[in-house]
């Protein structure tokens, strides 16, 4: 089932990309996709994430999006919480 996928940038993220792309992105996802894979169709390279939210819960590296999921990616440059410590992306 085809479904939109939002995607909301911060910070740099933000900044870099929001000119190449009206914001919050938006994709259509037929199927559930790895977040690598997500990524790299947006062409938001990996190492400038530090975390990623779905659906306001952070999530893995490794994690799967689904299609009307809401996405949310932070830049190296945020804080990053003590619950977040688990989920911050290595580079």
């Not at 390279?45 to 490794?62: C, G, L, Y």
């Amino acid at each position: 089932m085809k479904s939109v996928t939002e995607v909301c940038l911060f910070g740099s993220l933000r900044k870099v990309l929001g000119d190449l792309y009206d914001l919050p992105l938006r994709m259509d996802l037929n199927t559930p996709t790895p977040l690598p894979e997500v990524l790299k169709s947006l062409k938001i390279p990996f190492n400038m994430v530090k975390v990623a939210m779905v659906n306001h819960r952070a999530v893995s590296k490794d994690s799967t999006i689904h299609p009307g999921d809401r996405v949310s990616l932070f830049p190296k440059e945020y804080l990053v919480f003590a619950d977040w410590k688990d989920f911050r992306f290595q580079s």
